[in-house]
């Protein structure tokens, strides 16, 4: 696909969205600087190193590399186009969008930014948030909405794991106040999304982007509640869900330890906090969620005592992330876990994970090998492909299976669904 776009772009935020982004446009022949206030993260990317592990995305630095991609720890003061990507967290006690990230970035592309200028907010925001928190920065500056700059929502859909053919080949959502506006950021992403790129208003971008995810969150939610009636009553969940699934207008989704990661445990919760009155089926459904490592914790000690077991040090964790094949371990239900295990039982689990190279928690192992021998009950939380690749090593233990993926394992192995 070949751009149709002239404008210069500056992406702010080079993380797990603003980096693939980035690149994507730059190999696609729009003209891009990334920006990140982490040095170490700029030093590395300009010296031609990612800052995390995601299929093709060396592939794409390559190409974007040689479409001109440029890293800065500054915010460019002549581009036409800012697009923010830095994170979005709620605040726990409110559950309400916590924007400060989102508005320091912003405040920063106003000091520098030239008239005319475009800020796409692409950080996921609850609705009303641009109305409430960067509006009101532009006529701080003292400058004019439409006129001096123009603002637009822009989120973003993909999944990690498989984000370079998302970004490709997902449809997505631009909100913005005029159609013209729309219609010049949509020629940036259409450079390389194959998909349908819906124009529209803010609110109903920032509300949509918020909606996907509740909907994921509230039909894991009632897997999960399904899971823990069948459990309690001697049913086996996966057997009824799969006959279940048979009928052509039911599609349930697969139980399991828990959610994590930065989307979907994270952004249900703008709902209930905006709208605390109304939001009863979101709420539970995250609290459903939210339930599960302790879930999983109850089952462990369950397995311990009907297989003669005692020592919790001999009990070990396998998948640190939110979800397989990634690196990324925010929100992850085993480190909700270890957090409860560290408060109220022996200490903090030994655990392993394939994909994480750095020190996340205590008794932590970076070796198989050496985590199997220094236990006897292994939980598995994330089915990696390595743990595919690795079946054949497992030997003698009790393996409680959250993720139903033990299948064809070594005989001498006594295996428990979650
Ligand atoms: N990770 C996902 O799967 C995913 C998917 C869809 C949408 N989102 C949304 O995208 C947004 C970004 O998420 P992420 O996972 O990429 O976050 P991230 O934490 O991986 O990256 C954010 C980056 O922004 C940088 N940063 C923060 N404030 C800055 C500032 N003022 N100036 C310059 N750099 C700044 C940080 O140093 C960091 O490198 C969030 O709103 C998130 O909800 C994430």
New binding site residues.
């Given amino acids: 696909m070949t751009n149709m776009s002239k404008d210069l772009v500056n992406v702010?935020?080079?993380?797990?969205?603003?980096l693939p982004t980035a690149m994507m446009m730059a190999s696609h022949g729009v003209s891009v600087v990334g920006?990140?206030?982490?040095q170490d993260?700029v030093n590395s990317l300009q010296a031609g190193h990612l800052t995390f592990q995601e299929d093709g995305l060396e592939e794409l630095f390559a190409q974007a590399l040689q479409g001109g991609i440029q890293f800065s720890n500054s915010y460019s003061t002549d581009a036409d186009i800012y697009i923010v990507?830095?994170?979005?967290p709620y605040d726990k006690l409110s559950k309400r969008i916590d924007p400060h990230?989102v508005v320091?970035?912003v405040k920063?592309v106003l000091d520098v930014c030239r008239k005319g200028a475009i800020v796409v907010v692409?950080?996921?925001v609850s609705p009303g948030t641009i109305d409430r928190f960067v509006r009101p920065l532009v006529a701080e500056h003292g400058l004019k909405v439409g006129e001096d700059v123009h603002l637009v929502h822009a989120?973003?859909?993909?999944?990690?794991g498989n984000m370079v053919y998302e970004l490709l080949h997902n449809s997505r959502t631009i909100g913005a106040d005029s159609r013209e506006v729309g219609e010049r950021v949509k020629a940036v992403y259409a450079s390389f999304c194959q998909g349908d790129i819906e124009v529209t208003d803010i609110r109903t971008a920032e509300m949509t982007k918020v909606v996907e995810n509740t909907y994921r969150d509230i039909n894991i939610a009632f897997a999960n509640e399904l899971l823990k009636i069948c459990y309690s009553d001697g049913m086996d969940v996966n057997e009824i869900i799969r006959i279940a699934n048979k009928h052509p207008r039911v599609n349930i989704l697969t139980p399991g330890p828990g959610v994590g990661?930065?989307?979907i445990s994270?952004d249900p919760w703008f709902l209930v906090g905006d709208y605390p009155e109304l939001a009863h089926l979101i709420r539970q459904a995250r609290v459903i969620n939210d339930s599960m490592p302790d879930f999983v914790l109850e089952r462990v000690s369950h397995i311990m005592k009907e297989n003669g077991l005692s020592d919790f040090k001999r009990v070990g964790f396998y998948g640190l992330t939110y979800k397989e094949n990634v690196d990324d371990v925010r929100e992850s239900p085993t480190l909700q876990l270890v957090e409860t295990m560290k408060e109220h039982l022996a200490g903090t689990p030994k655990s392993y994970d394939p994909m994480v190279h750095t020190q996340v928690v205590d008794n932590q192992y970076q070796d198989f090998d050496a985590f199997l021998k220094d236990i006897d009950l292994m939980v598995i939380m994330v089915h990696h492909d390595h743990l595919d690749q690795c079946a054949s090593k497992v030997q003698d233990k009790v393996i409680f299976d959250t993720r139903n993926c033990a299948v064809n394992w070594p005989e001498s192995n006594k295996i428990v669904k979650l």
């Fill in positions: 702010i935020g080079l993380g797990y969205i603003g920006t990140d206030y982490n993260l990507s830095v994170p979005t990230y320091a970035a920063q692409e950080s996921t989120p973003e859909r993909i999944i990690p990661g930065h989307c994270v």
